[in-house]
Structures are given as structure tokens and as C-alpha cells.
Nanobody, 119 residues
Framework: QVQLVESGGGLVQPGESLGLSCAAS????????MGWYRQAPGKQRELVAF???????NYADFVKGRFTISRDNAKNTVYLQMNSLKPEDTAVYYC?????????????WGQGTQVTVSS
């Protein structure tokens, strides 16, 4: 009953920027933590960043100073602004949202959006 729709991926050159968004819709009372993960070919999924309901953020070391996570609670949307992109940032990026519904919290995943950084 909850759908996450991601957008914003694409192909960029090193040093350029991309902004990702993930909007949740459906049976939602509220949303707790929202985060972004990524998975490169042949590698495990890894946490990129997360943001709590109150706005506290945490970032993986490999994106600190380059990426910014934010959220709009009124729109049930989480964003990831990616600056100074590097080839090693190439991956499928997935959003993850903790949805509160009927006194339970359930994790939902977006469909993934491809980010390719190449010259």
C-alpha cells in the first residue's frame, strides 16, 4: 500500500552534480527515518546517508562534504543532492523509508535509480 518513486538519476561527468528525490505515497500515517543506499555492480548494498524525522543526518565517510540529504515531511519526500561526483559513485541508488501505519513501522524501498559518473 506504500509506493516509493525515485527520480533524478542519469549520466554525468566527474565533478558534476545530480539531485535525487524519492516520494512516498499510499497508506502512511507518518514517516520515521529516511535514507539512501547504493549498490555498485558486484558489490553489496551500502548506506549513503540517512535523516531522522527531526532532521538529524548521518553520512557515510565516502560522501561527507559532497552529498546532502534532506527531507520535506509535508511531501513525504527525501532528497539527495550529490555534488563533485566521482566515477566510484556509479551505482544504483535506492531510497529507504520507515513508514508508520497502524502502530507499526515498515521499511519500504524505492525501485532504484541509476547514477553513472563517467568521462
Amino acid at each position: 500500500q506504500v509506493q516509493l518513486v525515485e527520480s533524478g538519476g542519469g549520466l554525468v561527468q566527474p565533478g558534476e552534480s545530480l539531485g535525487l528525490s524519492c516520494a512516498a505515497s499510499g497508506s502512511i500515517f507518518s514517516i520515521n527515518t529516511m535514507g539512501w543506499y547504493r549498490q555498485a555492480p558486484g558489490k553489496q548494498r551500502e548506506l549513503v546517508a540517512f535523516i531522522t524525522r527531526s532532521g538529524s543526518t548521518n553520512y557515510a565517510d565516502f560522501v561527507k562534504g559532497r552529498f546532502t540529504i534532506s527531507r520535506d515531511n509535508a511531501k513525504n519526500t527525501v532528497y539527495l543532492q550529490m555534488n563533485s561526483l566521482k566515477p566510484e559513485d556509479t551505482a544504483v541508488y535506492y531510497c529507504n523509508v520507515g513508514v508508520v501505519w497502524q502502530l507499526r513501522v515498515t521499511d519500504y524501498w524505492g525501485q532504484g535509480t541509476q547514477v553513472t559518473v563517467s568521462s
